[in-house]
């Protein structure tokens, strides 16, 4: 039996070192998707006024590097949640980029 009591200790050690973890996947899973769509006021906008005027191109180019950046070291450390959370705000930050140069004379 002393085997069995050693064997249901770790499983419990496991399971309050993994419950964290799960609960902080979820805080992240909506800070993930609150950050995606924080994106989208902007796009519509560019696409509505189809005006890029007030728009900082400088920052957008700055967070696709940036977002890029952590998708590739997502990417190095074979993390898949970051790889796609930083692979979408990529996606969106180049969206808003190509959306400025479409509207910038306009």
């Given at each position: 039996?002393?085997?069995?009591?050693?064997?249901?200790?770790?499983?419990?050690?496991?399971?309050?070192?993994?419950?964290?973890?799960?609960?902080?996947?979820?805080?992240?899973?909506f800070a993930v998707i609150?950050?995606?769509?924080?994106?989208?006021?902007?796009?519509?906008?560019?696409?509505?006024?189809?005006?890029?005027?007030?728009?900082?191109?400088?920052?957008y180019v700055m967070w696709?590097?940036?977002?890029?950046?952590?998708?590739?070291?997502?990417?190095?450390?074979?993390?898949?949640?970051?790889?796609?959370?930083?692979?979408?705000?990529?996606?969106?930050?180049?969206i808003i980029v190509i959306?400025?140069?479409?509207?910038?004379?306009?």
């Amino acid at each position: 039996m002393v085997g069995f009591e050693m064997i249901s200790e770790y499983m419990l050690s496991f399971i309050n070192y993994i419950i964290p973890l799960l609960k902080f996947q979820y805080v992240l899973s909506f800070a993930v998707i609150i950050s995606i769509i924080g994106y989208i006021p902007q796009m519509l906008k560019l696409q509505k006024t189809k005006d890029s005027h007030g728009v900082s191109l400088a920052t957008y180019v700055m967070w696709s590097f940036v977002s890029f950046t952590f998708a590739l070291h997502a990417y190095f450390i074979n993390d898949v949640y970051f790889l796609i959370a930083q692979g979408l705000q990529f996606f969106a930050c180049i969206i808003i980029v190509i959306l400025h140069y479409k509207y910038r004379n306009k």
